[in-house]
């Protein structure tokens, strides 16, 4: 596309202000729509997977998150994030391609992750605040093709945990069992026929690893919801740190949720001695496991 362009188009471009090329682009963006025929658009709600509407029932989704909210800790503040975040919210901090990320011409990014913008604000609010915990219920949508007729939008239920460093991992089982106490608490009641299992995974951390063993697991050794050791995953090394989770029904067979610890807050606010835990559940994904 540069090699079809006039000669110096790319440097050019490259040489604008942040408010000039915005400009630019808005200008485009204008010029295009005014090309717009009904007809077109119709078309694009009928084919473009970023636009077509959830499968989900609304109402259903409504329930089980005002459950989930009615469900969480008294301390955990609820945040009501918006629909754009800044351009780089998850590239900046975690091994994501922004090529997955809906960026628009503002200097700023469709939402594609709850738990990198509660970070954000965890981070903000750390300031003034001994630990924080935060929860938030959105609509997020990615750029990558997920196959078939999935969709590129739908709902998190998210939680962001961040909290000083007290040493020999005593924060991060503080925060593991704040965690897991709660997804079980949820699975408990919203999913119990479906074989709801929490599983977790250590990565090469010896600290947490212990913790895991004599404070996590016996604050969690109760209940109908089971905790997995889960040795063999993979996925999410050096997106999370320390530890993984899965939240899964249907006997594993389903995932419908994830977390770690991550270096987030850490690096958002410069100080090493930060500790955060993100986690969330795809509430249309419990719907579906619950009623199959």
């Known amino acids: ?24 682009l808005l200008s485009v963006a204008r010029d295009r729509a005014a090309t717009a025929r009904p007809s077109e658009v119709v078309r694009r709600w009928r084919e473009d997977r970023f636009v077509r509407p959830a499968r989900a029932d609304p109402r259903v ?10 469900l969480l800790p008294a301390d955990v503040a609820g945040v009501e ?42 981070a903000v609010r750390r300031r003034r605040q001994s630990e924080v ?9 990615r750029a990558q093709d997920f196959g078939g007729d999935a969709s590129a939008h739908f709902r998190l239920f998210a939680l962001v945990s961040s909290a000083r460093d007290t040493g020999s991992g005593g924060t991060q089982a503080r925060l593991l069992v704040r965690h897991l106490t709660y997804w079980r608490t949820v699975l408990a009641e ?58 899964t029904v249907l006997g594993g ?22 500790r955060c835990l993100v986690s969330c559940l795809a509430t249309e994904r419990l719907v579906d496991g619950t009623s199959r």
Not at 90 to 99: G, M
């Open 1 to 24: 596309m540069w090699a079809a362009m006039p000669a110096g188009t790319r440097s050019a471009l490259s040489g604008l202000s942040s408010a000039d090329l915005r400009s630019l």
């Open 61 to 70: 989704l409504a329930r089980v998150e005002a459950r989930m909210w009615q």
């Open 81 to 122: 994030l918006s629909p754009v975040v800044p351009v780089g919210t998850c590239s900046a901090v975690a091994p994501v391609s922004q090529n997955r990320i809906v960026t628009t011409m503002r200097a700023s990014e469709v939402l594609s992750d709850p738990t990198n913008a509660l970070a954000i604000e965890a």
């Open 133 to 141: 915990h935060l929860a938030a219920a959105h609509r997020v949508l």
């Open 190 to 247: 919203l999913a119990p026929a479906a074989a709801p299992q929490l599983h977790v995974t250590i990565f090469d951390d010896q600290a947490v690893r212990e913790r895991l063993a004599d404070t996590v697991r016996p604050a969690l050794d109760k209940g109908v919801v089971s905790l997995v050791d889960e040795p063999e995953r993979s996925r999410g090394r050096g997106y999370y740190t320390g530890c993984a989770l899965r939240i």
């Open 253 to 274: 067979s389903l995932e419908i949720g994830d977390g770690g610890l991550t270096d987030w807050t850490a690096r958002l606010s410069g100080d090493a001695k930060e």
